[in-house]
C-alpha cells in the first residue's frame, strides 16, 4: 500500500511544477517528467513486487526490496537537487 501512496504522491508533484510551467517556463518539465516517469515505473512494477511479497509472506520468508528502496532514494536526491539548484537559479 505505501507504494501505491508514493505513486500517488509523484503524479500529485508532477501535475503541481506543471502548473508552474506559464510562471517559470521549460525548466519545471524536467522535474514533471521526472515524476511522471517515475511513478508509471512504480505502476508497471508494483503487481510483480505485490507478487513476490504475498508469495515471501506465504513461506514464511519475506525479503526486502533494497533495489527498489534505493531506486526511490536516487529518484528523492535528484528531486531535491534540482528543487536546490531552482532556488538558486529563479
Known amino acids: 500500500m505505501s507504494w501505491g501512496r508514493t505513486l500517488l504522491a509523484l ?12 510562471t517559470e ?4 518539465l524536467v522535474p514533471a517528467l521526472l515524476c511522471a516517469v517515475a511513478g508509471m515505473a512504480i505502476h508497471l512494477t508494483q503487481r510483480r513486487r505485490y507478487a513476490l511479497q504475498s508469495h515471501g ?8 526490496d533494497v533495489w ?6 536516487s529518484l528523492v536526491v535528484v528531486l531535491s537537487a534540482l ?3 531552482a532556488v538558486w537559479w529563479l
Open 68 to 73: 527498489a528502496v534505493l531506486w526511490m532514494l
Open 83 to 85: 528543487g536546490i539548484s
Open 57 to 64: 509472506i506465504r513461506q514464511e520468508r519475506v525479503r526486502a
Open 25 to 28: 517556463g521549460p525548466i519545471t
Open 11 to 22: 503524479f500529485v508533484a508532477s501535475m503541481m511544477f506543471l502548473r508552474w510551467y506559464p
